[in-house]
């Protein structure tokens, strides 16, 4: 028996319907396939990266409680930049600096994710110049002289820190790769929009 006018006309457009319902359903998949790899990768990243183990010479404190604001708050400096704890309400602009950088507002850009990178002000020049070409460019790096600092350099992040020699050792570029954007209790949110205004 064959079919009448209708009928075919009915049949094109359920066969019509059925591939553009196949369609929708393979541009959902090319979309979140995609996406859903990449946030896979991320959040392995995100694990492989936070359980490392320590690296070698890092100073370890039982980590600061966050969010501690005190606009009246100074810290002084010597010996080795503080790990947390209490800080200013205002962050400190992440970049290079040539001049001290007040504890204070530099804890708060750790809060955020930051390293702390400081050096005392009797390194050597060329090593000066070799711990700047390490920030450059880097939302969040924060490079100051920090004066009687008791280590030539010294790298610092929310309950982390290591201490070294040279700008040379290879444990510096290590420990940026390791704990920069991990060890913050607010890591991702702002470097820029605070005080200070950077060399570089």
């Known amino acids: 028996m064959s079919k009448t006018s209708s009928e075919r006309k009915r049949s094109k457009r359920d066969i019509r319907r059925e591939q553009m319902a196949r369609e929708k359903r393979m541009k959902a998949l090319r979309l979140w396939v995609p996406v859903g790899v990449v946030v896979l990768a991320i959040v392995g990243l995100l694990i492989y990266r936070g359980t490392r183990p320590e690296l070698e010479g890092v100073t370890v404190v039982a ?46 850009s750790m809060e955020h994710g930051a390293v702390w990178m400081t050096y005392n002000p009797d390194l050597p020049a060329d090593q000066v110049v070799a711990l700047q070409a390490i920030a450059s460019g880097d939302p969040y790096m924060l490079l100051n002289p920090y004066p009687d600092q008791s280590s030539p350099i010294v790298l610092t992040v929310w309950d982390r ?24 209790p607010e890591s991702g949110a702002a470097c820029t929009g605070g005080v200070g205004t950077p060399i570089g």
């Open 161 to 184: 820190q290591l201490a070294v020699d040279s700008a040379a050792d290879p444990r510096i570029e290590q420990f940026i790769d390791q704990y920069q954007q991990v060890r913050a």
């Open 63 to 108: 980590a600061a409680v966050a969010n501690q604001h005190d606009d009246t708050l100074e810290i002084p400096f010597g010996g080795t930049p503080p790990m947390g704890g209490p800080h200013a309400p205002v962050w400190q602009n992440c970049g290079i600096y040539d001049t001290p950088v007040a504890g204070q507002y530099a804890i708060h």
